[in-house]
């Protein structure tokens, strides 16, 4: 009897150590939220065996993953995805298919060998997929701090961060209904298609009757909590009714609420949540499940391979891109410097794979190198390109997307 208790205390103490660790991470200028994977390495069965991991907190993590994402989707800026053109749209796409394929790519050469088993080949669009994020979190810092976040530049960073999170999900939803052995491309890009417009009837709905809510009961609790029933409901209608990620449902179901006048306050309200036990938790069990014992000599050095792929594949696409679009060289490498960071969205889907089984644990080590060192290289990196140029002046001329 006394065992059925014991999730309490194993939540106590991921709650502290990853409280402490994601502080001691922030004074050491990277995301918060390696502090608190770390922490799942340190009290799980990798070094303190002081927490296990369980069923339950597998079903808590996967709420936070799916409130997570909702926020993200709260987030975002539709009208800056209008807005900001097709070069941004350029330079985020390429941005995806670039690392997508080299990722792939990189995962083949160290595991594929001569196979063609299913598995191996979708597991090796996971490890790609995991490359087709960006968190522009900490390059948002360095460009405030040296001045440059509103020039062309840093605003091209951000709008094409924003196009990125977009088609970063449509292709794990792809390859995520690609789990089901009778799934055809075609019928997945089907169910795929079909559930986006269904999403969009449905969620223009939802948004009418949520202005109206607003309207009639502004700022009140009754609105995030209706807003969290949307965004689960969308979740398990994703996941069960189209075989698709339930966290692509989440995120839809924020963007549709975006442009609502209490978009903020339903975020405050539901980011209390997240961030003081489901967040946690959540980054938590990624470090709970990351196995380092299997950590051999192969995968050491699938570990350099795929972190200098993750930094090249962004630099080359995005800045590449960039050049195309008429972006000058120095310019057009700030863009991919930028563009190279990974965050939270990287862990999302290493998670999502994890529980579809097409992703190895011994992984997560690698993914959890990967958004250490961007973190840390990613603003070394621009201010040394921004150390030669003019200072920035007061206000930066307005952005023009015309070619």
């Not at 097709?86 to 001569?114: D, H, Q």
């Not at 306050?265 to 949540?273: A, H, P, Q, S, W």
């Amino acid at each position: 009897m006394t065992d059925s208790y014991s999730i309490l205390k194993d939540i106590a103490i991921i709650l502290v150590a990853a409280k402490l660790c994601g502080l001691l991470a922030r004074r050491c200028k990277v995301p918060s939220v390696v502090g608190e994977i770390i922490a799942g390495l340190l009290v799980g069965p990798c070094v303190l065996h002081l927490v296990a991991p369980s069923d339950f907190l597998s079903q808590m993590a996967e709420i936070g993953v799916v409130l997570l994402m909702f926020t993200a989707g709260l987030e975002s800026d539709t009208k800056e995805i209008v807005r900001s053109g097709p070069k941004a749209l350029a330079i985020a796409t390429a941005g995806v298919i670039l690392p997508l394929v080299m990722g792939a790519g990189i995962f083949m050469l160290f595991y594929g060998g001569a196979s063609t088993e299913r598995n191996l080949f979708y597991e090796a669009l996971f490890v790609g997929c995991i490359l087709t994020a960006t968190s522009v979190s900490i390059t948002v810092e360095a460009l405030k701090e040296l001045g440059r976040l509103k020039e062309r530049v840093g605003t091209t960073i951000l709008s094409a961060a924003i196009i990125d999170d977009v088609l970063g999900i449509i292709v794990l939803t792809i390859i995520s209904g690609l789990k089901d052995p009778s799934s055809s491309l075609w019928a997945v890009g089907l169910r795929t298609l079909l559930f986006f417009l269904i999403s969009g009837v449905v969620g223009y709905g939802m948004y009418r009757v949520f202005v109206w809510l607003d309207a009639k009961y502004p700022k009140t609790r009754r609105i995030s909590i209706l807003a969290l029933a949307f965004c689960l409901a969308m979740a398990y209608v994703a996941e069960r009714y189209f075989g698709i990620a339930d966290i692509t449902g989440a995120y839809l179901a924020g963007v549709i609420l975006s442009n609502l006048d209490d978009a903020p306050y339903i975020e405050g309200k539901l980011d209390i949540n997240s961030y003081t036990i489901f967040g946690p938790v959540f980054f938590a069990s990624i470090g709970l499940s990351t196995d380092v014992g299997q950590m051999d000599t192969r995968l050491l050095l699938f570990t350099v391979a795929f972190l200098v792929v993750a930094l090249i594949s962004k630099i080359l696409g995005c800045g590449g891109m960039a050049r195309l679009c008429g972006f000058s060289n120095k310019d057009s490498l700030k863009i991919g410097m930028g563009m190279m960071n990974r965050g939270e969205v990287a862990l999302i889907v290493a998670q999502k794979g994890l529980l579809l089984g097409l992703l190895n644990p011994m992984f997560f080590a690698s993914v959890i190198i990967l958004i250490l060192v961007s973190a840390i290289v990613t603003p070394i990196f621009l201010k040394l390109l921004y150390h030669k140029d003019p200072p920035p002046r007061l206000e930066a001329d307005p952005v023009s997307w015309e070619p």
